[in-house]
Nanobody, 116 residues
Framework: QVQLVESGGGLVQAGGSLRLSCAAS????????MGWYRQAPGKQHDLVAH???????IYADSVKGRFTISRDSAKNTVYLQMNSLKPEDTAVYYC??????????WGQGTQVTVSS
């Protein structure tokens, strides 16, 4: 069994920064892709950022230039550095890790609230 534990969410003023972390533990022998998604009230679950094994990244247009995804494979951890936060970034953020032979796991979600 694999578990993902997220941390780093919270309340911040517009223009501020937060760093999210997502650590995987359990029966892991290979981590493939990692990503962050978010869901705001009344909206769909959207991709925020994605990073593959080779390090290539994909970002939602709304966060390009402000958010940075990174990974520490030795620690089975993915990070999301969020700068210049806006009220519209307010959402529950979920991490996703694809491990072993393609098993997909999700974190429990962490609330990010940006006040204006």
């Amino acid at each position: 069994q694999v578990q993902l534990v997220e941390s780093g969410g919270g309340l911040v003023q517009a223009g501020g920064s937060l760093r999210l972390s997502c650590a995987a533990s359990g029966s892991i022998w290979r981590i493939n892709d990692m990503g962050w998604y978010r869901q705001a009230p009344g909206k769909q679950h959207d991709l925020v950022a994605h990073i593959i094994v080779g390090g290539s990244t994909i970002y939602a247009d709304s966060v390009k230039g402000r958010f940075t995804i990174s990974r520490d494979s030795a620690k089975n951890t993915v990070y999301l550095q969020m700068n210049s936060l806006k009220p519209e970034d307010t959402a529950v953020y979920y991490c996703n890790q694809i491990v072993n032979r393609g098993e997909s796991y999700w974190g429990q979600g962490t609330q990010v609230t940006v006040s204006s």
